[in-house]
Structure formats: structure tokens, C-alpha cells
């Protein structure tokens, strides 16, 4: 990219000078396990590395004055992963939370976890009930964790307590919005993303946020997750800088 020579300061100046930093970015962290086999290491090293750029990205995210990131961590589709790798992802999950929840508490961060949480395990619901708790009252950024997550999924949730509202006489068909079905969708209260960015190169939307991302801007890096950190976010936010969004409309 053309900033590879400039200092991460003088970077983070630049976006903040060019305006318009998106309001809710959305990641698909991929490349973990590509990472460690670069380096002969187990795919868990990788993960534990990935975990590294979970802590850049929330420290460049608040450093830009980002509102909302939403990560993808775990999807639905990883619950058939070798049983080690999943137990090795949910740990480091409760390590991430017992080492980074009071700090992210007194940074603002107000952590959410968005997913299936009846397919969790007790001590993995625990360490995500302990986060949510512990930053409830952040108000600076707001960090969607997606685990055991996926986008046809939370959509048909959504119909069916739509559907279950109608049925029991609470609300009429006519009343099925954008807004009310955003509304219950588990990113109810986020914006949609204004950009979305996946790792790895890999050119797939992979069950996230489907229909939150209607209209987002989609950047995909070749760089594994691992390797990615604040200069990769911001130099990410440039180049949704100069993009034009045009949400199909004709603007000349
Ligand atoms: C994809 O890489 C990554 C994952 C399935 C897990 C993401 C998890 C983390 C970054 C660490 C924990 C996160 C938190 C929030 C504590 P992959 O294994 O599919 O990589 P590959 O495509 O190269 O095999």
C-alpha cells in the first residue's frame, strides 16, 4: 500500500484528517491456522497469536474512535473443527476475558456477545456472562464477539419472534420493517457495518452478518490474522475514506 513508510502516528493522523472514520467495522479473522503452519506450529499457536490482534485492533479501533467492531471468532460451521482445536479456542476465549475484562472496562469498551449461546459450554457461557458484566457500562466502543454465530441462523431467529409477536396479536404484518426485523437480530442497537474486512484473501462472506451488510464496504487483505494489527486498520480506514458510498444511488 502506498503508506507502508509512514509511522503509525502520523497514519492514525491522516485518517482522522481525512474524515469520515467508519462508525462500525466488522472482521473476519481468518488465517490463523495458515499462520502457524507458515512456521510448522500447531493451528492453536495461531489462534493464540490471532488473539494478539483481537487486543491491536480494539486498541486502534478506540485510537480512531471507531463506536462499533464486530468480530467474527467462532462461527456455527467451527462447531465440526477437531474437538482440541474447539477446546483450545473456547479456552483461550476465557483467557482472553480474564486477562483483558477490567481493562476494557476502564477503556469504555462495552463487550457483547452475539451467537448461539445455547450451543456453548458451562465455562464458556461463564467467561462470556463474566465480560458482559464486568463492561456494561462502557459507552466509547462497542464490541460485538461473535461466537458459535451464523447469519441464517440469527435471521431466522429474527422470523420466528417476529412471527411470534404476530401470532400472539402483539404487533400486524404491516409492522414487519428493515427496522423492527433489525431489531431483532442480535445486532440490535448497532449500526450496520460501513466496512467490512476478511483476512487471508479468502473472497467470502462465510454466514457473517448477511444482512447487515446490505450496503458495507468490503475490503479483503491477503494478510493473515496473526500478522494484522493497528497500521493494517488504518490504512483499512483509508481506503474506505476514498471510497464513494453511493448506497444505489446515481451521484452524478
Ligand atoms: C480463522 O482462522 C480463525 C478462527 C476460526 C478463530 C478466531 C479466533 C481468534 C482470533 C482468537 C480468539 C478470539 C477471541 C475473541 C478471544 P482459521 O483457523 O480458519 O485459519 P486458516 O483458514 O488459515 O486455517
Known sequence: MTEAGVG???LLEQVRAGGGVPRHIAIIMDGNGRWAGERALPRFMGHRQGMKSVRRVVTGSLELGVEHLTLYAFSKENWSRPPEEIG??????????ERDKEELAEKGVRVRVIGDR??????ALRAVESIEGTTA?????????????????EILGAARILAGRCLAGEMALDDISETSFASALYTAGSPDPDLLIR??????VSNFLLWQIAYSEILVTPVLWPDFGERDLYEAALEYQRRERR???VTR
Open 88 to 97: 483450545a479456542l473456547m479456552r483461550l476465549l476465557s483467557e482472553y476475558v
Open 118 to 123: 445455547s450451543s456453548l459450554s458451562p465455562a
Open 8 to 10: 503509525l502516528e502520523k
Open 247 to 249: 448506497f444505489g444511488r
Open 199 to 204: 483476512t487471508s484473501g479468502e473472497m467470502r
Open 137 to 153: 457500562a462502557g459507552g466509547t466502543l462497542a464490541l460485538n464477539l461473535a461466537i458459535s454465530y451464523g447469519s441464517r441462523d
